[in-house]
Protein backbone atom coordinates (compact mmCIF):
# COMPACT_ATOMS: atom_id res chain seq x y z
CA UNK A 1 0.00 0.00 0.00
CA UNK A 2 1.20 3.62 -1.17
CA UNK A 3 0.08 6.96 -0.45
CA UNK A 4 1.09 10.07 -1.19
CA UNK A 5 -0.26 13.19 0.10
CA UNK A 6 -0.56 16.47 -2.10
CA UNK A 7 -1.85 19.95 -2.02
CA UNK A 8 -0.71 21.64 1.73
CA UNK A 9 0.60 24.82 1.85
CA UNK A 10 1.08 28.26 3.01
CA UNK A 11 -2.48 30.04 3.06
CA UNK A 12 -3.77 33.15 5.18
CA UNK A 13 -6.32 32.68 8.35
CA UNK A 14 -10.12 32.38 7.32
CA UNK A 15 -8.36 30.59 3.36
CA UNK A 16 -8.58 27.36 1.83
CA UNK A 17 -7.01 24.27 1.13
CA UNK A 18 -7.85 21.08 -0.58
CA UNK A 19 -5.36 17.93 0.53
CA UNK A 20 -5.22 14.99 -1.94
CA UNK A 21 -4.07 11.35 -1.17
CA UNK A 22 -3.63 8.97 -4.14
CA UNK A 23 -3.84 5.05 -2.96
CA UNK A 24 -2.36 2.31 -4.69
CA UNK A 25 -2.35 -1.19 -3.32
CA UNK A 26 -5.44 -0.39 -1.25
CA UNK A 27 -8.40 -2.20 -1.62
CA UNK A 28 -11.07 0.67 -0.13
CA UNK A 29 -13.85 -1.61 0.66
CA UNK A 30 -11.79 -3.42 3.14
CA UNK A 31 -11.59 -0.35 5.28
CA UNK A 32 -11.31 2.89 6.53
CA UNK A 33 -9.27 5.91 5.34
CA UNK A 34 -9.04 9.20 6.88
CA UNK A 35 -6.57 12.16 7.93
CA UNK A 36 -4.59 13.18 10.99
CA UNK A 37 -2.30 16.00 11.45
CA UNK A 38 0.75 16.86 13.85
CA UNK A 39 1.44 19.98 14.98
CA UNK A 40 5.02 20.51 15.80
CA UNK A 41 5.59 19.36 19.49
CA UNK A 42 1.89 18.31 20.18
CA UNK A 43 0.23 15.18 19.80
CA UNK A 44 -1.34 13.43 16.62
CA UNK A 45 -4.80 14.30 16.11
CA UNK A 46 -7.33 12.72 13.58
CA UNK A 47 -8.91 15.12 12.01
CA UNK A 48 -11.62 12.58 9.45
CA UNK A 49 -12.51 9.60 9.09
CA UNK A 50 -14.63 8.14 6.11
CA UNK A 51 -15.97 4.54 6.11
CA UNK A 52 -16.65 1.66 3.27
CA UNK A 53 -20.44 2.78 3.79
CA UNK A 54 -19.62 6.41 3.23
CA UNK A 55 -20.11 7.64 6.41
CA UNK A 56 -18.02 10.00 7.61
CA UNK A 57 -16.94 11.72 11.08
CA UNK A 58 -14.82 15.10 12.25
CA UNK A 59 -12.80 16.06 14.85
CA UNK A 60 -14.85 18.61 16.81
CA UNK A 61 -11.93 21.07 15.99
CA UNK A 62 -12.51 20.83 12.51
CA UNK A 63 -16.61 19.74 12.36
CA UNK A 64 -18.24 22.52 10.04
CA UNK A 65 -14.85 23.04 8.09
CA UNK A 66 -13.63 20.36 6.29
CA UNK A 67 -15.03 18.01 4.46
CA UNK A 68 -13.68 14.25 3.52
CA UNK A 69 -14.05 12.41 0.31
CA UNK A 70 -12.93 9.64 -1.81
CA UNK A 71 -13.01 8.74 -5.63
CA UNK A 72 -12.87 4.97 -6.04
CA UNK A 73 -12.29 5.25 -9.69
CA UNK A 74 -9.07 6.70 -9.77
CA UNK A 75 -8.17 5.97 -6.06
CA UNK A 76 -8.01 9.22 -4.08
CA UNK A 77 -8.86 10.39 -0.76
CA UNK A 78 -9.45 14.58 -0.29
CA UNK A 79 -9.76 16.86 2.39
CA UNK A 80 -11.53 20.29 2.09
CA UNK A 81 -11.00 22.84 4.81
CA UNK A 82 -12.34 26.27 4.67
CA UNK A 83 -11.96 29.30 7.06
CA UNK A 84 -8.68 27.76 8.15
CA UNK A 85 -7.17 28.94 11.03
CA UNK A 86 -3.12 29.43 12.49
CA UNK A 87 -3.92 26.66 14.73
CA UNK A 88 -4.87 24.22 11.57
CA UNK A 89 -0.98 24.61 11.21
CA UNK A 90 0.42 20.95 10.78
CA UNK A 91 1.80 18.53 9.08
CA UNK A 92 -1.18 16.45 7.40
CA UNK A 93 -1.11 12.68 6.61
CA UNK A 94 -3.56 10.16 4.86
CA UNK A 95 -4.01 7.21 6.31
CA UNK A 96 -5.40 3.65 5.78
CA UNK A 97 -7.22 0.76 7.33
CA UNK A 98 -7.70 -2.54 5.47
CA UNK A 99 -9.54 -3.96 8.87
CA UNK A 100 -12.96 -2.76 9.84
CA UNK A 101 -11.52 -3.81 13.22
CA UNK A 102 -9.68 -0.30 12.97
CA UNK A 103 -12.32 1.79 11.81
CA UNK A 104 -13.38 3.48 14.94
CA UNK A 105 -13.61 7.36 15.60
CA UNK A 106 -11.14 9.90 14.74
CA UNK A 107 -9.47 9.09 17.19
CA UNK A 108 -8.44 5.80 15.50
CA UNK A 109 -6.86 7.19 12.36
CA UNK A 110 -3.31 7.90 13.80
CA UNK A 111 -2.82 4.31 14.54
CA UNK A 112 -3.96 3.02 10.97
CA UNK A 113 -1.63 0.31 9.52
CA UNK A 114 -0.73 2.38 6.68
CA UNK A 115 0.50 6.02 6.42
CA UNK A 116 1.93 8.32 3.72
CA UNK A 117 4.63 10.82 4.39
CA UNK A 118 2.78 14.14 4.92
CA UNK A 119 1.96 17.32 3.51
CA UNK A 120 2.40 20.77 5.52
CA UNK A 121 -0.36 23.22 5.97
CA UNK A 122 1.20 26.60 6.96
CA UNK A 123 -2.17 29.14 7.96
CA UNK A 124 -0.57 32.76 9.26
CA UNK A 125 -2.92 35.15 11.05
Known amino acids: VQLVESGGGSVQSGGSLRLSCAAS????????MGWFRQAPGEEREGVAIIYSDGRRRYADSVKGRATISQVNANKMLYLQMTSLKPEDTGMYYC????????????????????RGQGTQVIVSS
Open 95 to 114: AAANDRDWCGSTNSVPDFGY
Open 25 to 32: GYTYSRGC
